[in-house]
């Protein structure tokens, strides 16, 4: 067992070697590669950063009721309460014209013009039902007897912006997925590649191997640390490369933030990501110089 391990300590340090004498060879290719694993690595933690400032925003069902401007304020009230009757509805908020001109002038900052002109606001009756966001018939059916009655104008039901952004998650979760095999494929073709132009420069070498009784176990073992070096190092410089992004971008982003009275701030790779994409660069590097070695090393025998 000692002298197994020993082996292997010897082929990792002689990869190691092989790698440092061809610099500038081994940095083309493991650049090469952090590229390839950054770019669905990066989408992945764009995603997620935009999960997480849309999980907190408000995603409760509501139901916004605009009433006719010829409607009196108090058959207005009078229909809030009677809505509240319903076993479907949790909560009625009754908006009249005059607070939701008020609320207004306060967002929009056009106050001194509005003062100007005649109200065209109408009164509005904000409904939130017991009914979860994921119950589309229920809420559907809720919204249409809404509609039935002859003070409503328009009925909103405003969770829908938020099902569409998800909507849009999930297809941008779906596209890095497939973006992120389409560059392991090609991540395994470079390794792959590299691998086997190596075998070939070293082929009188492994016939000589061969005559003097070396296995292809034997053979086969500094190529493969190899790969696992290419892969590990390109992972390492996918996460630089998306951690100097993120560092550049997370400032501005802040800044945003504070505007809009929000605490977010960008995170990056989170311990579990950083070590997912380690792990997934040496496996790409073993497996693309296994396959490469295994198919070009059958070919070379001493004659």
Do not use: C
């Amino acid at each position: 067992m000692g002298n197994h391990l020993l082996r292997h300590v010897q082929a990792a340090l002689f990869s190691l070697g092989q790698l440092v004498r061809t610099p500038l060879a081994s940095l083309m290719t493991i650049a090469v590669i952090g590229i390839s694993l950054a770019l669905p690595t990066g989408l992945y933690v764009i995603i997620d950063n935009m999960q997480r400032v849309s999980g907190g925003w408000d995603t409760t069902a509501r139901i916004s009721m605009f009433l006719k401007k010829s409607i009196p304020e108090d058959r207005a009230k009078y229909l809030a309460n009677r809505i509240e009757k319903i076993p479907a509805v949790s909560s009625v908020k009754y908006i009249s014209p005059k607070a939701a001109l008020e609320e207004f002038k306060r967002l929009s900052g056009f106050g001194k013009t509005l003062n100007a002109l005649d109200n065209p606001l109408p009164a509005v009756i904000l409904i939130t039902p017991k009914i979860t966001a994921g119950n589309d018939k229920e809420l559907q059916t809720l919204v249409e007897r809404l509609k039935k009655n002859t003070e409503t104008d328009l009925v909103q039901l405003d969770l829908q912006w938020v099902r569409r952004l998800n909507a849009l998650l999930d297809i941008a979760r779906r596209s890095a997925a497939m973006l992120g095999i389409v560059l392991a494929a090609a991540v395994l073709l470079i390794i792959g590649n590299t691998i086997r132009l190596s075998v070939l420069n070293r082929r009188d070498e492994i016939e000589v191997i061969k005559l003097v009784g070396g296995t292809n176990a034997f053979i086969r073992r500094p190529f493969l640390y190899s790969g696992v070096y290419q892969g590990l190092f390109g992972a390492i410089g996918a996460w630089l490369l998306i951690e100097g992004s993120l560092a550049l971008l997370r400032g501005p982003i802040s800044g945003l933030a504070l505007l809009y009275s929000s605490d977010f701030s960008l995170q990056g790779l989170v311990w579990s990501t950083s070590s997912g994409l380690l792990l997934a660069g040496a496996l790409l590097g073993w497996l693309g110089s296994r396959f490469a070695v295994g198919r070009h090393l059958s070919e070379i025998e001493p004659s």
